[in-house]
């Protein structure tokens, strides 16, 4: 299912800091209508059960300074929403917690909403690592993740251009394994399950672990 959102009305305001696109009125329509046809989320799903040991291998960070280029046609974000919802990201594929993002080139008045912006991104992952007893290895596991408009509750169907425009970022940077990436962007179009990343990725067993130094 999807909206064409015509060409000549722009997208307009997006709330300081809000970590969601703006998207036309009649997009949000269509979004709001898959969501009342989806069923319920179960927030038990989302819990992480405890790892079998035979589960844990030995990790350590490795670090990373990416920067890419968003541009949106049919979803603008402020330069604070968009440091936002690409930090959701990184943590929630398994970056260490100090990531860092920066966002600029969005235009004035200040901190409005903006077509393209250049992102730059200084955070952490995990590689598997052979030596146990080196220097900053942590305990991890291959963990099932997923970035769909559904899930984490902080995506959405308007966030397709941007997990298209970070697949590089994400599929260069972090140890993913079974992997599958999927985008299906429409210009001034928000489509319904547009872009899905699937797969299992290495995460730090201790979620404070993400805080360790390295």
């Keep these: 299912m999807s909206v064409e959102l015509e060409?000549?009305?722009?997208?307009?305001t997006v709330m300081r800091r809000a970590v969601r696109p703006w998207i036309s009125f009649w997009g949000a329509v269509a979004v709001l209508g898959g969501l009342a046809c989806a069923p319920p989320s179960n927030s038990a799903a989302a819990d992480s059960p405890?790892?079998?040991p035979a589960d844990i291998v030995n990790g350590s960070w490795q670090h990373h300074q990416v920067t890419f280029n968003y541009f949106g046609i049919t979803s603008l974000y402020t330069c604070d929403g968009?440091?936002?919802?690409?930090?959701?990201?990184?943590?929630?594929?398994?970056?260490?917690?100090?990531?860092?993002?920066?966002a600029s080139g969005c235009p004035g008045p200040y901190?409005?909403?903006?077509?393209?912006?250049?992102?730059?991104?200084?955070?952490?992952?995990l590689v598997p690592a052979a030596d146990a007893a080196g220097s900053g290895t942590v305990k991890a596991n291959w963990t099932a993740v997923e970035v769909t408009?559904?899930?984490?509750?902080?995506?959405?169907?308007?966030?397709?251009?941007?997990?298209?425009?970070?697949?590089?970022?994400?599929?260069?940077?972090f140890s993913l394994r079974n992997v599958e990436y999927r985008t299906s962007c429409v210009p001034y179009e928000v489509s319904l399950d547009a872009y899905a990343v699937?797969?299992?990725?290495?995460?730090?067993?201790?979620?404070?672990l993400n805080a360790a130094k390295g």
Aim: glycine share 4%; charged share 25%; with cysteine.
């Design 7 to 12: 060409p000549r009305f722009s997208v307009s």
């Design 198 to 208: 699937k797969g299992q990725a290495l995460k730090a067993v201790t979620p404070n």
């Design 50 to 52: 405890a790892v079998p």
């Design 82 to 102: 968009l440091e936002d919802q690409v930090r959701q990201i990184l943590l929630h594929l398994g970056a260490r917690n100090d990531a860092k993002v920066y």
């Design 149 to 173: 408009p559904r899930r984490p509750t902080y995506m959405g169907d308007g966030d397709c251009e941007l997990v298209q425009a970070m697949k590089d970022l994400i599929m260069k940077n």
């Design 111 to 125: 901190n409005a909403p903006s077509r393209t912006a250049w992102v730059k991104a200084d955070f952490y992952t």
